[in-house]
T-cell receptor
Framework: SQQGEEDPQALSIQEGENATMNCSYK?????LQWYRQNSGRGLVHLIL?????REKHSGRLRVTLDTSKKSSSLLITASRAADTASYFC??????????FGKGTLLTVNP | NAGVTQTPKFRVLKTGQSMTLLCAQD?????MYWYRQDPGMGLRLIHY???????AKGEVPDGYNVSRLKKQNFLLGLESAAPSQTSVYFC??????????????FGPGTRLTVL
């Protein structure tokens, strides 16, 4: 399984602003998954985008996928203090195993 | 529908003691995983299982054993705990739709300290 590389490593914004996190990976994928981890808690799956999709929305989340550039982005609109968490992108191939990177630490200031 | 549960939530062990962490899922998932998370290291896969009665080694299996006697349960054992095993342990489960693998669902974690 392969690992995604999140960028930036840390991001600090004000409540109400949008937050954009980027992800790059190296080999072909079947899907790419985004997870969130609030401090001290388990990971929560946010959204899965398949390799034949270019964009997907879920509430305030928008994910894009560009397989030609091997990159993805996660946009959180109108951020809230509760969005403060680490965000992980996980590229998935033809394997049930996933490899998690270090994530992007998002801090939303009230 | 509880999802993935883990027991215990916290545990302190002395070096050399043994313990078992229990993971249970009620989603009828085939695949189950044990990870550990250390500061600055991300999640690392310890062991995993692709079905009842089967287990396999992940990235960091040394010092741990696992068993999956029932589909819904995945046990992680530490036979002789060491301070290097101080960590937060997460269990996860997932399923498959045809040939496509789906997202993983995580438990709340077990915080283990080995003195």
């Amino acid at each position: 399984s392969q690992q995604g590389e999140e960028d930036p490593q840390a991001l600090s914004i004000q409540e109400g602003e949008n937050a954009t996190m980027n992800c790059s990976y190296k080999t072909s994928i079947n899907n790419l998954q985004w997870y969130r981890q609030n401090s001290g808690r388990g990971l929560v799956h946010l959204i899965l985008i398949r390799s034949n999709e270019r964009e997907k929305h879920s509430g305030r989340l928008r994910v894009t996928l560009d397989t030609s550039k091997k990159s993805s982005s996660l946009l959180i609109t109108a951020s809230r203090a509760a969005d403060t968490a680490s965000y992980f992108c996980v590229p998935a191939g033809s394997n049930y195993k996933l490899t998690f990177g270090k994530g992007t630490l998002l801090t939303v200031n009230p | 529908n509880a999802g993935v549960t883990q027991t215990p939530k916290f545990r302190v062990l002395k070096t050399g003691q043994s313990m078992t962490l229990l993971c249970a899922q009620d989603m009828n998932h085939e695949y189950m995983y044990w990870y550990r998370q250390d500061p600055g290291m991300g999640l690392r896969l310890i062991h995993y299982s692709v079905g009842e009665g089967t287990t396999a080694k992940g990235e960091v299996p040394d010092g741990y054993n696992v068993s999956r006697l029932k589909k819904q349960n995945f046990l992680l054992g530490l036979e002789s705990a060491a301070p290097s095993q101080t960590s937060v342990y997460f269990c996860a489960s997932s399923s498959r739709t045809g040939t496509l693998y789906n997202e993983q669902f995580f438990g709340p974690g077990t915080r283990l300290t080995v003195l």
